[in-house]
């Protein structure tokens, strides 16, 4: 069973920047491919990017690609969201998720294990 937690989300000005980290336990991190995504009220959950479970692949959403940057550090067993240039739309709760393979998809069911989301605030 793999536990994630996010954080590092909360209110910021249109323009400013966040990174948001995802802290992984009870399993080997380093052999799980990593999302990030994001869902706000009444929506379906929106796929913002993804990493190999070695870094060395990335894959963006359209909305983000550019302003954001996935990463992840498998020693500290830890994943990353840096969001820069930020819209009042990517006022959402934004999720971490991995997946048992070694890359995996943009969908939803591609994930196994999900955290309990972090919110993100942009006001204009």
């Known amino acids: 069973q793999v536990q994630l937690v996010e954080s590092g989300g909360g209110l910021v000005q249109a323009g400013s920047s966040l990174r948001l980290s995802c802290a992984a336990s009870?399993?080997?991190?380093?052999?799980?491919?990593m999302a990030w995504f994001r869902q706000a009220p009444g929506k379906e959950r929106e796929f913002v990017a993804l990493?190999?479970?070695?870094?060395?692949?990335?894959y963006y959403a359209d909305s983000v690609r550019g302003p954001f940057t996935i990463s992840r550090d498998n020693a500290k067993n830890t994943g990353y969201l840096q969001m820069n240039s930020l819209k009042p739309e990517d006022t959402t709760v934004y999720y971490c998720?991995?997946?048992?393979?070694?890359?995996?998809?943009?969908?939803?069911?591609?994930?196994?294990?999900w955290g309990q989301g972090t919110q993100v605030t942009v006001s204009s």
């Open positions: 990493i190999s479970r070695s870094g060395g692949y990335t």
């Open positions: 009870g399993g080997t991190f380093s052999s799980y491919a």
């Open positions: 998720a991995v997946s048992l393979a070694a890359l995996a998809g943009r969908r939803v069911p591609d994930y196994l294990y």
